[in-house]
């Protein structure tokens, strides 16, 4: 970073919107969160990250959410795309869906290993099965999804069902340094994972899919705002504190990573 920052020349590239999801399960009186390992072939291959990815075109979705703008700091329509972003990238790249039936907006759709909605409710709820995202018709739309075949959109509509963005907390927003070949305007969102769901390595983007502690996570190599992200979650021991936390959080102010030059010839990485 610190060589392309002093042989940087020319202008800077325009920086692609996109989302990325931190999915937090609980584990014993903690949680953990779920990182994949890049392959080597990728962008960013080697290093840990999120599930996430770029915004697409076709990512125009109806939310749960109406204050997605205020929240993310861009016009409705350009937040509700980061949302649909983060949404569709978690489902290509986890087999995780944050959706429920319309007009039930406190169910979720099960992966099969419990009844096909989950409701956060009361137990009479889990006896109607609408979905199982781990089937093979679910597999089946959800590489079409990932081969720009189909939307999510069409997907959820075809079956009944609605985005569940009230799911998804905004954490943070960094902007790749202007010295950077690639650049990113990302969001970074925190979900629960819904109950009767299980996160898979289903991209094959991938060398490692893992869940970690914030504290172990540490150990991992990763760019300079998947590491905030985790050091930010560390004071937190539950997952109900960082939904919490998520309503005091600035995700419309960007982070940009900066680099100082010293009159010593060395460097200073600046984040704020």
Known sequence: MVRRALEFRGEPETPRPS????????????FQVYVLKRAATMVFGGLYAFPGGGVDPTDRPETLRTDWSRRLGVPDEQARAIVGAACRELFEEAG?????????????????????????????????????????????????????????????????LRLRDDLLFPWARWITPEFEPRRFDTWF????????????????????????????????????????????LRPYEKIAEVIAASSRRDAARPVMPRVEFLEDGSALLHVE
């Open 19 to 30: 989302a990325t999801v931190v999915l937090l399960r609980p584990e014993g009186d903690t």
């Open 96 to 160: 995780v869906l944050l959706a429920g039936p319309v007009g039930e907006p406190d169910r979720t759709v099960s992966d099969g290993s419990m009844s096909g909605v989950v409701s956060h409710g009361s137990e009479d709820d889990d006896e109607r099965i609408v979905g199982d995202v781990s089937a093979d018709d679910w597999e089946a739309d959800r590489a079409a999804i990932a081969a720009h075949e189909l939307t999510l959109t069409e997907v959820l509509q075809r079956r009944g």
């Open 189 to 232: 969102f925190v979900a629960l994972l819904p109950e009767g769901q299980t996160a898979r390595d289903v991209s094959g983007e991938s060398e490692v899919a893992t869940w970690a502690h914030p504290q172990a996570a540490e150990e991992l190599a990763m760019l300079p705002p998947t590491r905030s992200t985790v050091n930010s």
